[in-house]
Nanobody, 124 residues
Framework: QVQLVESGGGLVQAGGSLRLSCAAS????????MGWFRQAPGKEREFVAA????????SYADSVRGRFTISIDNAKNTVYLQMNSLKPEDTAVYYC?????????????????WGQGTQVTVSS
């Protein structure tokens, strides 16, 4: 059974930092791209960042580029999202995702596998 388990969410003041983790299990992911989406109340789910399993390729939404960094630890089957300079508009439930091809994620938010989500709240 494939599982993506997120952790690391919480409440932080504007300007602060959080690191999200996504532990993947249940299959071999070396052909997969991994990434993060987020969904704020009343809004559609949106792409945040993606990384190839090798770690050699990354992409970011314009709204987070320069503030967020995605990384991967293949030995631990874990993907991270380091979030710095957080803003109130970053408040959302953050979801980990895995798919064969993350190139579509800027256009359509579908993936083979999803985590359960972790809440990030940024206070002003």
């Amino acid at each position: 059974q494939v599982q993506l388990v997120e952790s690391g969410g919480g409440l932080v003041q504007a300007g602060g930092s959080l690191r999200l983790s996504c532990a993947a299990s249940g299959r071999t992911f070396d052909s997969y791209d991994m990434g993060w989406f987020r969904q704020a109340p009343g809004k559609e789910r949106e792409f945040v960042a993606a990384i190839s399993w090798s770690g050699g390729s990354t992409s970011y939404a314009d709204s987070v580029r320069g503030r967020f960094t995605i990384s991967i630890d293949n030995a631990k089957n874990t993907v991270y999202l380091q979030m710095n300079s957080l803003k109130p508009e970053d408040t959302a439930v953050y979801y980990c995702a895995a798919d064969y091809d993350a190139s579509k994620w800027r256009v359509v938010g579908v993936a083979d596998y999803w985590g359960q989500g972790t809440q990030v709240t940024v206070s002003s």
